[in-house]
């Protein structure tokens, strides 16, 4: 396969000091460190070179999908944002240039509504061109249009960044998980918990769909199938269709511990995997992130019992993430390629602020 490429050279008064930050932010990656004014990153899904010229910093991308070149040109363009406060200076060319619809982008339609549990929705799409959504992460950005609008789709700007739908064609944007995809049926399915809440466009958009009803996504993104012989899963009803994607991909030799929380017996999904156990906890009528019983199962556990070097992934409201992470961190000492401890939403706060910490 052809790896894809794509340049741009950067001049700005401040490129010299956006050059360490970036190579600072990802000590980790860089490969080898500098020499002679020359920086290679290499990360699991494509590579980049900083190259130090008289008239500033060139940057060269490559990757193997056009997916993967557009997502590296929208991390540099990213970082450069942040350091430098502007991206007038980053004009892209080469593979994957001059076309203002994002690769990683579709426009998709409502097929049909089913409910699984009184808890969980299950909405199947149709879309053109999925093959690049059946890989390389798992989630989707789904995108809402103004109700009564003309949808107005993201476009991509020569710096690599997407350009958003501003004032009334603005967007609502929500994570959700690809449940399930079928690229030759051109069809995907999205799992959407129908929770509380006075504005919720993501559950509300779920609980009143119908064939063909359009929004968009983009993707995928995201997590990965977790190293390690042995994981060690924990998950609210938000994190069912990540960890049934996961459990899916999970070679026959590995094993997997798996606690999910729901409200009760009636929300369980019959989720069958020979290489895993599952247990499902019930918070029995209180509020979701509100019962901890993902925190107290991880801390009752014993881990003497357990496989040596297990990897810990959970995915669930931020307060029970936050009480995970620490016991992960600091009671358990997990190295940090070990685990993968995530918020998926937060009691209080709406879409993507819902991880921030700051929220
Ligand atoms: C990587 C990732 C993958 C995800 N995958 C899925 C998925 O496959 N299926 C899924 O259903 N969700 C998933 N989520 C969670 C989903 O993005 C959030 O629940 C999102 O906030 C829902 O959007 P909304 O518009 O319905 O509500 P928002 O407008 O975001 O929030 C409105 C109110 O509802 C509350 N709220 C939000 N979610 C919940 C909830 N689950 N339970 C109780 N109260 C809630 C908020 O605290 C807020 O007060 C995922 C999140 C991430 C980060």
Not at 8 to 30: L, N, Q, S, V
Not at 143 to 151: A, D, H, N, S, V
Request: hydrophobic share 40%; with cysteine; aromatic share 10%.
């Amino acid at each position: 396969m052809r790896e894809l490429v794509a340049e741009t050279m950067i001049c700005h008064a401040e490129i010299a000091a956006a050059t360490m930050k970036m190579c600072d932010e990802h000590a980790d990656f860089r490969l080898p460190s500098e020499r002679e004014g020359e920086w290679r990153f290499r990360v699991h899904f494509g590579s980049m070179i900083l190259e130090r010229r008289d008239e500033g910093l060139k940057v060269r991308v490559s990757a193997e999908d056009e997916t993967t070149l557009s997502y590296m040109k929208m991390g540099v363009a990213g970082h450069m944002e942040r350091y430098l406060g502007s991206t007038e200076c980053i004009r892209w060319h080469g593979d994957g240039c001059g076309s203002e619809k994002p690769v990683f982008f579709r426009e998709v339609g409502v097929v049909s509504a089913e409910q699984l549990t009184p808890h969980m929705r299950r909405l199947r799409f149709s879309a053109r061109d999925i093959g690049r959504f059946a890989y390389g992460g798992i989630h989707l950005r789904l995108l809402f249009p103004p109700q009564g609008r003309k949808p107005v789709w993201p476009k991509m700007g020569p710096d690599g960044l997407i350009k958003w739908p501003q004032g009334d064609d603005a967007l609502i944007v929500r994570i959700y998980t690809i449940r399930d995809i079928n690229v030759e049926e051109g069809w995907f399915d999205v799992d959407f918990v129908m929770h509380p809440g006075l504005d919720t466009p993501a559950a509300k958009f779920a609980q009143s769909a119908k064939p063909g009803d359009v929004i968009g996504m983009y993707g995928p993104g995201g997590e990965y199938l977790p190293d390690g012989q042995h994981l060690l899963m924990l998950g609210d009803d938000t994190a069912i269709p990540a960890i049934s994607r996961i459990l899916g991909h999970l070679p026959e030799d590995r094993t997997a511990d798996v606690w999910i929380e729901v409200d009760g017996p009636e929300d369980v999904i019959p989720l069958k995997f020979d290489n895993a156990a599952i247990r499902w906890l019930f918070r029995k009528g209180r509020p979701a992130g509100t019962a901890g019983l993902l925190s107290e199962t991880l801390r009752k556990l014993d881990r003497a019992s357990l496989p040596d070097d297990p990897f810990v992934w959970a995915a669930c409201e931020f307060n029970d993430f936050k009480e995970i992470r620490r016991i992960v961190r600091k009671e358990w000492a997990v190295p940090r390629d070990r685990q993968l401890v995530i918020a998926y939403w937060r009691r209080g706060a709406q879409g993507d602020e819902a991880r921030s910490e700051a929220a």
